[in-house]
């Protein structure tokens, strides 16, 4: 982390900073909580709209092909900007920038609370994601200033990462409460008054900390890296898109999506040249250089794309096919985080003694396995004995790669560099994931168009055009399920030959902390 600077000059700039070293500050652990509250808003969102899809999709009438884009556009901006918003809180500001964060991710939220149209939901979802960018690295910027203690940093951070795994499992049953007892917009109106009661309590509390050095923001690297994601995205979108006799309109061959395909490689290409170039690049290249930082950062985008974008039909699944209600829906879908969590307690006990190598391919292996046995899923599936194990497998597995990835992204980094290699952790796994889920999505329609066109019964009554329906999207998921195995088994081939620390080679204190979901 950059220097803090806590008195001079700086601080006659700066009235509302602390004039005492903010690891010395009171109130942090107050702060802590303030922190943790805040955090745990931008959590919930990644998983809590997940439940309410299916509702959304009816109420706005969004199609099949379009339906990722509730995801994608909040983890595509929020994965997109996240090394900007880390800059923008080191120059501008971290408390500013935490509260300033606060208040536009409770704006968008309302936008997308009155969503009117599926355009309208999904630039609220990408306005949130615009705001967590700013909010999250503000807050772990926070974190690793107010707590230098190596005892006092471990439970701060303890407490931080406890929110990131049981924050999406809360997520998950918070969705199917709102959207069964209230209304699926409520999925996002509930961030207001959470929001409010954050920024009441961290105007008074929670202290000011810049960085000192060079202020100048790589603007043409974020535009150029978010665009071209963007773009990617909207290429693999179109591939999937269908007409209203569900045959698909472009499919991957079809100079629309290719079109979209090779803008985004150019853009993002560029994006390389100008980090190469620039004086104070977004995402330093030579972070990505050493070899088990370069491997950590390709395996957590293929965990985020494996994981996020086949998780995203478990809840489709449910309400879809199995005809559960919201509720039931959210509480069936908690042995992912039961298993990441149980997982992480084990792995951090662990990783001291064996590294983190061998504890992050066992992990993806695991989850890879855990992702195969969902495959056996059908229209009238047994969850007790088919999906919950296969669930369970899964978030263990994920739960022994994301401890590991923190601990290793700060590996042979210099101060100067500390907070962006932090930062591209979480950033690759959200990218992965729209990347993820985009493809995924198209992979299951594609799988699902087919199938039904192959089983059309000979005598299309309405039982069984509806059968025909519910078995063509199980294809389709099931479809979606093997390529995110085949994701997750990349990643722990990438951890095998990339990843060379072992257990002596990690930070003493801390780590990055890993966002998860």
């Known amino acids: ?18 004039s005492t070293p903010l690891h010395a500050y009171p109130r942090r652990w107050y702060a802590l909580a303030i922190i943790a ?34 995801v994608t556009a909040y983890t595509l901006t929020f994965g997109g900007l996240l090394l900007l918003g880390g800059r923008i809180a080191d120059y501008w500001g971290r408390k500013r920038t935490f509260v300033f964060g606060i208040i536009g991710f409770a704006l968008a939220s309302a936008l997308g609370g009155a969503a009117w149209n599926d355009t309208s939901l999904f630039l ?24 230098v203690d190596a005892k006092e940093r471990a ?15 809360l997520g998950l049953v918070l969705g199917g409460v709102l959207t069964e007892y209230a209304d699926w917009r409520w999925c996002l109106l509930v961030n207001i008054p959470v929001a409010l009661i954050a920024v009441v309590l961290a105007v008074p509390i929670v202290p000011e900390s810049r960085a000192h050095g060079n202020t100048r923001y790589d603007i043409p690297g974020a535009v150029l890296a978010t665009l071209g994601l963007s773009l990617l995205v909207y290429g693999f979108t179109k591939a999937g898109e269908t007409d209203a006799q569900m045959r698909l309109k472009y499919g991957w061959g079809s100079p629309v999506t290719l079109g979209l395909v090779g803008a985004a490689l150019i853009l993002l290409a560029l994006f390389v040249v100008v980090e190469a170039r620039i004086r104070n690049p977004l995402m330093p290249l030579r972070i990505l250089a050493q070899r088990t930082r370069g491997g950590a950062y390709l ?15 478990v809840s489709l699944y449910f309400q879809l096919v199995l005809g559960y209600s919201p509720i039931k829906s959210g509480v069936h879908s908690l042995p992912v985080s039961v298993g990441v969590v149980l997982a992480a307690g084990l792995a951090s006990g662990l990783l001291p003694r064996l590294g983190p190598k061998p504890i992050m391919a066992f992990g993806g292996v695991v989850a890879a396995i855990g992702m195969i046995l969902l495959t056996r899923i059908g229209v009238d599936t047994a969850y007790s004995t088919t999906v919950l194990p296969s669930l369970l497998i899964l978030g263990f597995g994920l739960g ?24 591209v952790v979480n950033a690759s796994q959200q990218v992965g994931g729209s990347l993820g889920t985009a493809l995924l999505n198209t992979v299951a329609i594609t799988a699902a168009t087919a199938y039904g066109r192959d ?29 995110g ?14 990843i060379r620390a072992s257990k002596k080679d990690l930070p003493a204190e801390g780590g990055a902390a890993v966002h998860v979901g």
């Open 400 to 423: 022994c790669t994301f401890v590991p990835l923190g601990n290793i992204a700060l590996i042979g980094v210099d101060e100067h560099d500390a907070g962006a290699a932090s930062a």
């Open 1 to 18: 982390m950059s220097h803090v600077s806590t008195g001079g000059k700086h601080e006659a700039r700066a009235p509302e900073a602390v």
């Open 485 to 498: 195995s085949a994701l997750l088994v990349v990643a722990a081939i990438v951890v095998i030959i990339f």
């Open 299 to 313: 395996a957590s985008t293929l965990i985020g794309a494996g994981f996020i974008g086949s998780v995203f039909f």
């Open 37 to 70: 509250v805040a955090q745990l808003m931008v959590v919930l969102d990644a998983t809590v709209v997940n439940v309410a899809l299916p509702h959304a999709k009816a109420d706005l009438g969004i199609s099949d092909s379009n339906q990722q884009w509730v």
């Open 455 to 483: 089983h059309l019964p000979r005598t299309p009554s309405s039982d069984a055009m509806n059968l025909l329906k519910a078995q063509s999207m199980v294809h389709g998921y099931v479809t979606a399920f093997w390529w």
């Open 124 to 147: 609220a979802r990408g306005l949130q994601g615009v705001f967590g960018a700013l909010l999250a690295p503000a807050s772990l910027a926070l974190l690793s200033v107010l707590f």
């Open 155 to 169: 439970r701060a951070f303890g407490v931080y990462g406890a929110i990131a795994g049981g924050g999406a499992a």
